[in-house]
Each structure stands twice: as C-alpha cells, then as structure tokens.
C-alpha cells in the first residue's frame, strides 16, 4: 500500500517514473503526488526530471487520459503546469508534444458526446427527460441516473477547467499562443455561447477561464488574427460571441446589476443606504460581460473584427447606450468605455458612427456627462472615449465645450491629480524616481486630454487656466522620457498611452484657431524643460510618430517657434551618442511611406536642413539615402517633402555628389518636367505639381553644378566653362546615373544589358607639348605670335581623327560600325568601363570627347554637346572664334573644316537634317 502523497528525493524520483508508467492506474495519484513535491523544489529538479524522459512520460499519460479517473486527469495537468517554466523547461515539454496532447484532451472533452444530452436544465436532468415515472422504482432509478450523469459533468469540467489552466501556463510566448488559438478558438467560443444553467458555478468558472485563455492569447497579432477570422461554426468569428456576453438581452438587462443592500432603518449609526445602481456590484453574467470586453478591446484592433461590429446588427447602438446607461455598474461601464474608445481609435468610421449615435439617442450625451460629474473621481475611461469621439466630431467637441459645469470640473480634475504627480524639473529627469503612479496619471491626463480637445473646439477659452490643465500632460511626458532615458529603455504601457493621447492634443491645440491658446502651447513646448522631455520620447519607438507629429506642428509653426527647433533637436544627447532625437526622426523617415508619422518627421528634417550648421550633420547621420525612396512616393505630400529636404541638403557639394551617385537624378529629372508636360497636353498643373517642379529644377540645378558627369548625363551638354579632366566619365544611354563603380562588374564578370551601357573615362592626358601655345592676341614671351583658335581646332581635329582610325566617308558613317572596337576593350577589361585611352579607333562620341578634353587643356574655348541619331549618341563640339562667331568641328569626314552653327553643313554634320528624314 501506498500513501497518498510521497516524500520524494533525487535518488528515488526514477521510482516515481516506474510507477507511472505502471499498468495499475491506482498507483497513479500517488505517485502524480510525489511528483508534484519533487517538482516544486524548483529549477534544477524540474531540469532532471527531463533529462529522464519525464515530459515523454506525461504524454503517453495525456494521451489515454480518456481512461483516467478524473481526479487522476487533474493532478496529472498540475504536474504539466509545474514543468511551464523555467523556459527551458517548458522548452523541452513542447517539444515532447504535451501541450499538444493537452489541446487534444481540451477540444475532445469542450465537445459533448453524440450519447449524451448537451444541456442540463435548471432541474438537474437531462433535457427532454421526464421528471413523472410510471413507477417509484423507475422514478427512483431515473433520479439516481441524473445525479450520476450531473457529477460526471461537474467532473468534466473540473478536468476542462484544470486542461485551460495548464495552457494558460504555456501561452507565455508567441508560437505556443498561436497553436492554441489555431487548435482551440473555435471550442473555446463554442463553449462561451453554450447555454447553461445560472446557478451552475462549475461551468461559470469554466466559462471565466476560457475568457482568461482567450485574452492572453489576444496578446499576439497573429492569434489575434486567427481567433477573428470566421469558421465553419462560427461564420462570424469570436466577435458576435463575446458582443452576445457583453451586450444583455433587454429583459435581462437589469439581472447583470446585483440588487442593493436594504437600508438600515434602526436608531443606531449605519452606513449609508446604496441608493445608486452604478455602486452595485456586477453579478456572475457581470463578470464575464467585463471579462468579453476587455478581450474585444483587444481583438478590435483587427480590422476583421472591426467589419464583425460593423456587420453586427446595432451592436455599435447597445454598447453607446451601455455607456451612458446610469443603471450599467462601474466595472462594466467601464470595460465598455475602453472598448469604445480602442474602436473609435482604430476604426474612423466607428469613431464617426459612435459620436452620431451619442448626439442622436435622446438623453444619452447628458446621462453620461451627469454621471462623468457625479463620480468622484472622475472615470478615466469615459474621459478617454470623449477624448476620441470628440476628436473626430467637431458637434460633439462643441457641446460638450458648452457645458460650463463640465468644463470646470474637469480642469478642477486636472489640477487635484496634478498633486500626485511629480514637479518638473529645471531638465530631464533621471534615475525613475518621479515616475507618477498610473491611476494618477491616467486620471491626471485623461481630463487634461479631453480639455485639450475641448478648448480647440470652445469658442472661447480661459486662457489664466491654460498652463493649469497643460502641466499633467507635461509631467507624464517628463515621467516617460525619464523611462525611455534609462538602462532598459522601457516604458510602461499604460504611460505610452496616456502621453500617445497628450501628445495628439497637443499637437492639435499648436494649430488651434484660438491664436492665444496655440502661442501659449508652443511656449510651453519650447521651453528648455519640456523640449528636452520631448526629444528624449524619440527613443521610444511607441511614441516616436506622436513626437513627430508636435515636432512637425511646431517647425510649420510661427517664426519663433520654427526658429528655436534646430536649437533644441541639435541640443538633445543620449549618454554617448550626440544628437538621439536627429538619429530617431531619421529611423522613422527610414521605415518607409506607409509607417505612420513618416511625413512629420520628414518636415521636421527639412526644416532643420535650412539650419546651416545642421545639414553636414543631417549628412553624416545618413539622411540622403533615407530621402532616395522617398522622391518618387505615391503620396504627393511626401514626395514633394521629400524632394523640398533634398533641394536644401544638396546645397552642400559633398551632399550634391552624393546625391549624384546614389540615382536621385533619374527622379529629379521626371520631376522637373513634370509642369512643362502637362501645360504640352493642354493641362493646368496643380499647386503641388508646380511646387514639386519647382523643387526638383533647383535640386538638379544644384546636384549637377557639382558633378561634371551628371551634368552631361541630365542636360546632354557641357559648357566652355566646364572642364573635362582625368576622372570624367560618360555613361551614355544609361537609364539610372550611378558613380562610375557602379558600372564596374563587382564579380569579375561582363554585364551587358541596357541597364549597363558602355561607360566611356577619360583615363589619362594626351601629350599635347608639341601643340602647347597659348591662344591669345597677345605676341609671346619669345617674340612669335600664337596661333589662332581656328588654327589650334584644326590641327586638334586631325589629331583626334588620326587616333580614332581617321575620317570617314559621310554617307558610310554608322556609329554602331565602332561597337566591336568598345567590346573588344570591355572583354579584356572585364568591365563595361572603357578608358578613352585603350581605343584605337571611336565614333563621334569618343572623338568629340577626346576634343573637348585637349580644348581645355590648351584653353581652347569649347562646348561639348550630344544629340541621338539611329538609337546612338551623336557627338559634336562648338567652338566661339576671336570674333564671338560659333562654329562645328568637323572631326568625321572633312577633318578640321569649321562650319558656322546655322549652316547647311553644320546641319548635315550634327545629323539634323538626317534625322528629320528619318
């Protein structure tokens, strides 16, 4: 015989593996008992129980299961949940396949077998069962049958109730939340919208912690996602299920409110009577109504489950008129608050019906301010879903501005919790020490929000209470900075939402109407304290767009207060790193157009590129290539920011030539012409088209005024002014400039595509020494006189022709006869760069050139410019004689000849004439 419950140790623990694997089932809970003890000694029993095969062992138990006493299935689940940490341990009991056979134990037992009735009625029996025998022995016999059934019930659902609790203990992490939710939802919603008896406690509890398992696994996005989507059984997914538990049928409405204690009517001092309904404390349905909201305001940020609501004939209608209801109890009230509010805030559409249906439903805004200022203190939540509803409707915001009685109580609000909160400091905080406690924040901040959002809307605002009900929003942005400044760089959630909503209104409030409040505002945000608070919210990823969205308010602000934002960003440090807030803004325009709060920041980093000692650090932290996909945006707004931040940045050479290399000419180009297309097509551009237009010429101006061979590749042309050296580069037909590496074939290999055109360098000088006269009216230092630009063109021309394989035959000219020539060089080379110097014979490209080149070096003046004629560069040079008169070198076919620029030669040599034929 054995005893209950074993005192095990480590040497006798194997024993305990024997007997459970033991085909007597009576030794079971003994030895399940004994493991338990063992087990709770802590980390390093539960890391040997593994290492002896234990987790294979409470499998193979989970797995016949179905033939376990009940009480034995239970205990057997307790063992399992003591093995959910540490991780390596519920690591190892995963893997093992144990809470997959949980799952199964769970989903077989929630479903009630085909021989069984699946509802008790409140009698205890069976439905359909009789209570009327023809007998007493039968009748006796049939009472007998129900009691046994009603205990094997309650016992199965002590075995269900123990199966969710394990799987509570193993939902911790994201994978394990995922196979619950993909194997269990559907039973777990199955069983929330079963019926059963009020007074049956067993399946209350059950029905609790399936809500429990239901809101840890609402913590992961996917899971989320998984239990939202409908199913076979359930076409509208767990949405109409939790609406059913949380929204009361009209009869029962008043049974979710447990009645009040009678007054105490003797002599002797009692407390007061509860005369309201809002103080009565909510019953079992109650509870699990508070419970399905807060699992709704969780899954509600799926946009499946918001078309559910949607879709949910008036649900939206019942829960606004829970929510001003004065008979709903506090606990549910404001579970409903909350959950309109995660709606509202996630859905605008919702948020538009919710305000509508709040001002239409007679009686419903005035019962819910009456009961906002009956409660003492005032409720957070429903300050909260004001805050949204009146965010979106400017009616809603406007009456309840009008209401005199609210305001003040709400700004009295403001500063009570103010008390709790800690002071703001001449800087930063720092250490935690005056982080305020939630509830007083929140209440703190939840009324100032709903001023904030109120006084933009009011008429007139009382502007000697301004800094009042502006300081709660200051200190918990103080409160936050101090945790986003410390080692864990963590900040508490409920924190994040309560300075996410601070910051939303005071963004709104810097561009109020009322041009007093929107001054009062920035100054407060400016200040060296409250600046700094700001900067340091950036490092909080949370909060990052909000940030953005007061930093972009303030730098499209009044001149006094744009003015004081370099300053302020430029200031802000992070322990060793210099400039965090610049690095954080940059991180959020790096996310890409469809993050939000990407425009803000990118009007926050173009305003403070027109800060000259901020751009070259703009351009060191890496803002150029953050701006590059960002050019050509699909939306307007951000690509002409975009392209304005580019238009300052590139007012620095380096950052031009940068800019030059990394391919944003391409985009600049299409940009720049895009007004002059439109007005070619008969259309008038609109004012952002031009403005981007604008923006783009003088971005391309600057880029090519610094980089010679961008210049040539953009406008097909260089001036006398520009000279070509050792260095310059050609790239042709080239869709996209790049750097000239960015042509070379990394990989040793040749790369010939229409992406990859033959790049042609000037790799080195030409001795011209038997030709270095300089060409001027002036005799020379040895008494000859120079020779004049003609001369000099001439010889230069035969020169380059008798480099380039010498003249040919007009008719017989074919650019692409040279072809071969380049891809003989680009195969020895291995490269698609082609040196000028490596060739033996060129088109006109590469003779005009190598013209051009040697026309410098001799001060010659020259432009070098380029047309297309049969799908290739044609190449000419123009030279301006002593006389100013401009004229074609001839460097073809009549080598040297001079040909006026309006000529018929000049013409036919530039192709002109034959391309028009063509």
């Known amino acids: 015989e054995m005893p209950d419950v074993l005192n095990v140790t480590i040497s006798d623990v194997r024993t305990v593996l024997v007997l459970l694997q033991a085909a007597d089932p009576t030794l079971y809970a003994a030895a399940l008992g004994s493991l338990a003890n063992y087990l709770q000694l802590g980390a390093e029993a539960k890391a040997h129980f593994v290492t002896l095969s234990g987790a294979d062992i409470l499998r193979a138990m989970l797995q016949k299961s179905s033939s376990l006493p009940a009480d034995v299935g239970r205990l057997l689940l307790s063992v399992v949940s003591l093995c959910a940490q540490p991780e390596s341990v519920g690591r190892a009991m995963l893997s093992a396949g144990v809470v997959h056979e949980t799952l199964t134990l769970l989903v077989s037992g929630l479903l009630p077998p085909a021989t069984e009735p699946a509802l008790v009625t409140a009698t205890g029996l069976p439905a359909g069962a009789s209570v009327m025998q023809p007998s007493g022995g039968s009748m006796l016999l049939s009472a007998?049958?129900?009691?046994?059934?009603?205990?094997?019930?309650?016992?199965?659902?002590?075995?269900?109730?123990?199966?969710?609790?394990?799987?509570?203990?193993?939902?911790?992490?994201?994978?394990?939340?995922?196979?619950?939710?993909?194997?269990?939802?559907?039973?777990?919603?199955?069983?929330?919208?079963?019926?059963?008896?009020?007074?049956?406690?067993?399946?209350?509890?059950l029905r609790r912690a399936a809500l429990a398992l239901l809101e840890r696994l609402s913590a992961d996005h996917r899971s989320k996602l998984r239990l939202v989507q409908p199913r076979d059984t359930l076409p509208g997914g767990a949405v109409p299920v939790l609406l059913q538990l949380v929204i009361p049928p009209a009869a029962a409405a008043t049974s979710m409110i447990a009645p009040a204690a009678p007054a105490v009517t003797s002599a002797a001092p009692a407390a007061p009577a509860v005369t309201t309904a809002t103080t009565a404390a909510p019953t079992?349905?109650?509870?699990?109504?508070?419970?399905?909201?807060?699992?709704?305001?969780?899954?509600?940020?799926?946009?499946?489950?918001?078309?559910?609501?949607?879709?949910?004939?008036?649900?939206?209608?019942s829960l606004v008129s829970m929510a001003a209801s004065p008979s709903v109890p506090d606990p549910l009230a404001c579970a409903v608050w909350r959950l309109l509010a995660a709606a509202a805030s996630a859905d605008y559409a919702?948020?538009?019906?919710?305000?509508?249906?709040?001002?239409?439903?007679?009686?419903?805004?005035?019962?819910?301010?009456?009961?906002?200022?009956?409660?003492?203190?005032?409720?957070?939540?429903?300050?909260?879903?004001?805050?949204?509803?009146?965010?979106?409707?400017?009616?809603?915001?406007?009456?309840?501005?009008?209401?005199?009685?609210?305001?003040?109580?709400?700004?009295?609000?403001?500063?009570?919790?103010?008390?709790?909160?800690?002071?703001t400091a001449a800087g930063v905080p720092a250490g935690g020490s005056n982080?305020?406690?939630?509830?007083?924040?929140?209440?703190?901040?939840?009324?100032?929000?709903?001023?904030?959002?109120?006084?933009?809307?009011?008429?007139?605002?009382?502007?000697?209470s301004i800094v009042g009900w502006l300081r709660p929003m200051?200190?918990?942005?103080?409160?936050?900075?101090?945790?986003?400044?410390?080692?864990?760089?963590?900040?508490?959630?409920?924190?994040?939402?309560?300075?996410?909503?601070?910051?939303?209104?005071?963004?709104?409030?810097?561009?109020?109407?009322?041009?007093?409040?929107?001054?009062?505002?920035?100054?407060?945000?400016?200040?060296?304290?409250?600046?700094?608070?700001?900067?340091?919210?950036?490092?909080?990823?949370?909060?990052?767009?909000?940030?953005?969205?007061?930093?972009?308010?303030?730098?499209?602000?009044?001149?006094?207060?744009?003015?004081?934002?370099?300053?302020?960003?430029?200031?802000?440090?992070?322990?060793?790193?210099?400039?965090?807030?610049?690095?954080a803004l940059l991180q959020l325009v790096s996310c890409g157009e469809m993050v939000p709060g990407v425009l803000d920041a990118l009007i926050v980093l173009g305003r403070l590129a027109h800060d000259a000692s901020a751009r070259q650090l703009l351009l060191r932290a890496g803002l150029l290539p953050a701006l590059l996909p960002l050019l050509d945006a699909r939306q307007a707004a951000l690509s002409r920011h975009a392209v304005h931040a580019l238009t300052t940045l590139v007012r620095l050479p380096e950052a031009a030539v940068e800019a030059c290399e990394s391919g944003a000419l391409s985009v600049l180009l299409t940009a720049s012409r895009v007004e002059s297309e439109l007005a070619d097509g008969g259309l008038a551009a609109d004012d952002t088209a031009a403005f981007r237009q604008r923006l783009a010429t003088e971005a391309l101006s600057c880029c090519v005024k610094h980089h010679l061979p961008a210049k040539y590749w953009a406008t097909n042309a260089l001036a006398e002014s520009d000279r070509v050296a050792v260095g310059?580069?050609?790239?042709?037909?080239?869709?996209?400039?790049?750097?000239?590496?960015?042509?070379?074939?990394?990989?040793?290999e040749l790369v010939v595509n229409e992406q990859h055109t033959e790049v042609v360098l000037v790799d080195s000088e030409p001795d011209l020494s038997w030709l270095a006269v300089p060409?001027?009216?002036?005799?020379?230092?040895?008494?000859?006189?120079?020779?004049?630009?003609?001369?000099?063109?001439?010889?230069?021309?035969?020169?380059?022709?008798?480099?380039?394989?010498?003249?040919?035959?007009?008719?017989?000219?074919?650019?692409?006869?040279?072809?071969?020539?380049?891809?003989?060089?680009?195969?020895?080379?291995?490269?698609?760069?082609?040196?000028?110097?490596?060739?033996?014979?060129?088109?006109?490209?590469?003779?005009a050139l190598l013209f051009k080149q040697a026309a410098d070096m001799l001060g010659v003046p020259s432009r070098l410019v380029r047309g297309w004629w049969l799908g290739q560069a044609h190449v000419w040079n123009v030279l301006t004689l002593e006389d100013g008169t401009s004229c074609v070198v001839d460097l073809l076919h009549e080598v040297g000849a001079l040909h006026a620029v309006d000529s018929q030669p000049a013409h036919s040599y530039t192709r002109r004439l034959r391309a028009a034929a063509d």
């Not at 957070?380 to 805050?387: E, I, K, Q, R, Y």
């Not at 959002?453 to 009382?462: E, M, R, Y």
């Not at 103080?478 to 601070?502: E, N, R, T």
Request: aromatic share 4%; net charge negative; charged share 15%.
């Open 144 to 205: 007998a049958a129900s009691e046994a059934h009603s205990q094997q019930q309650q016992q199965q659902q002590q075995l269900m109730l123990a199966a969710i609790d394990t799987l509570l203990t193993y939902s911790y992490d994201a994978p394990t939340a995922r196979l619950v939710a993909e194997r269990a939802g559907g039973s777990l919603l199955e069983l929330l919208q079963t019926r059963y008896d009020a007074a049956d406690t067993a399946a209350d509890a």
């Open 284 to 317: 079992s349905a109650g509870a699990l109504a508070v419970q399905a909201a807060g699992v709704l305001s969780s899954l509600i940020e799926q946009f499946q489950a918001r078309l559910a609501l949607r879709s949910t004939s008036a649900a939206l209608s």
């Open 350 to 423: 919702l948020a538009v019906d919710a305000a509508r249906l709040l001002l239409v439903q007679p009686g419903a805004l005035e019962t819910l301010l009456g009961r906002l200022q009956a409660s003492s203190p005032t409720h957070p939540d429903a300050v909260n879903m004001l805050s949204v509803l009146c965010r979106v409707d400017r009616r809603l915001a406007a009456r309840c501005a009008s209401d005199t009685a609210l305001m003040s109580r709400l700004v009295a609000e403001c500063s009570a919790s103010s008390t709790a909160l800690p002071p």
């Open 435 to 464: 982080t305020p406690a939630p509830a007083a924040a929140g209440t703190a901040v939840s009324c100032a929000t709903l001023v904030s959002w109120l006084a933009a809307s009011a008429a007139a605002v009382d502007e000697s």
């Open 474 to 583: 200051m200190s918990v942005m103080h409160a936050a900075a101090d945790a986003a400044l410390s080692a864990a760089s963590h900040v508490d959630s409920q924190l994040v939402v309560a300075v996410a909503s601070s910051l939303s209104a005071l963004s709104a409030l810097c561009s109020s109407g009322s041009s007093v409040l929107a001054a009062a505002v920035r100054r407060q945000l400016v200040d060296a304290s409250n600046g700094a608070a700001l900067c340091a919210l950036l490092a909080c990823a949370e909060l990052r767009a909000e940030c953005a969205s007061v930093l972009a308010t303030l730098a499209q602000s009044a001149a006094e207060s744009a003015s004081e934002l370099p300053g302020l960003l430029l200031s802000h440090r992070t322990g060793t790193t210099s400039h965090a807030a610049v690095d």
């Open 728 to 748: 310059f580069y050609d790239c042709g037909q080239a869709k996209e400039f790049r750097s000239r590496s960015a042509f070379e074939d990394a990989h040793g």
């Open 775 to 847: 060409v001027n009216d002036a005799a020379s230092q040895d008494g000859r006189v120079s020779r004049s630009v003609a001369d000099i063109a001439a010889r230069l021309a035969t020169f380059v022709s008798d480099r380039f394989g010498g003249p040919t035959v007009f008719d017989l000219y074919d650019p692409l006869a040279y072809l071969p020539e380049a891809n003989r060089v680009r195969h020895s080379l291995q490269s698609n760069v082609v040196p000028l110097s490596r060739l033996v014979a060129g088109a006109s490209r590469h003779r």
